[in-house]
Structures are given as C-alpha cells and as structure tokens.
Nanobody
Framework: QVQLVESGGGLVQPGGSLRLSCAAS????????MRWYRQAPGKERDLVAF????????NYADSVKGRFTISRDNAKNTVYLQMNSLKPEDTAVYYC?????????WGQGTQVTVSS
C-alpha cells in the first residue's frame, strides 16, 4: 500500500523559506518519479515540481523557477521541496504525488501560508 506523508509546512513571512518533506513507503521509491503539487483555495491542484527516479531530470512550474528546488534521498525514501523567496501567492496546500501501477497516489497535504 502506497503511503505518502508530507511535513514541513507552516506560516512564513514573504521572502522567507521553508523545506517540505514527503516520506514514502509501500513501493520501490527509487524506481519512481516524484512530484509536488499545490492547491490554493478555490483553485485547481497544479504541478509545482517533478524529479525523475534517478535525480537526473527535474522540472518546475514557471511560477516557482529559480525559487524552489526539488530533491530526493533514495536511501531515506524521501522527497523534498526547498522553497525560498516565498510570496503570498505561494500560499496553498502542498501535496506529494507518485504514479504507481497507473494510479495517482497522494499524501494528506501540508499547509503553507505566506503572510506578514
């Protein structure tokens, strides 16, 4: 059973930083690409960042390029999202995702609020 557990969210001032973590279990983590999505109130869930299984490929939404960095530790079955220079428009629930056996799998999400 795939399980994804996000942590690291919170309240931060504009310009601040947070690092999100997603602990994965129930599948061969090192063989699968991982993604971070986010969903703001009243909006659709959008892809934020992608990392390939062997870390040689990453992609980012235009809105976060240069500010966010996705990484993974295959020994710890964990994927991270380092978020710098945070803006109020980054406020959302952030979700970890993987596609396993053709199905999308999601964590419970972690709230990130950027406000002064």
């Amino acid at each position: 059973q795939v399980q994804l557990v996000e942590s690291g969210g919170g309240l931060v001032q504009p310009g601040g930083s947070l690092r999100l973590s997603c602990a994965a279990s129930g599948f061969a983590f090192s063989r699968f690409a991982m993604r971070w999505y986010r969903q703001a109130p009243g909006k659709e869930r959008d892809l934020v960042a992608f990392i390939a299984s062997n870390e040689d490929s990453t992609n980012y939404a235009d809105s976060v390029k240069g500010r966010f960095t996705i990484s993974r530790d295959n020994a710890k079955n964990t994927v991270y999202l380092q978020m710098n220079s945070l803006k109020p428009e980054d406020t959302a629930v952030y979700y970890c995702n993987t596609v396993f056996l053709g199905r999308n799998n999601w964590g419970q999400g972690t709230q990130v609020t950027v406000s002064s």
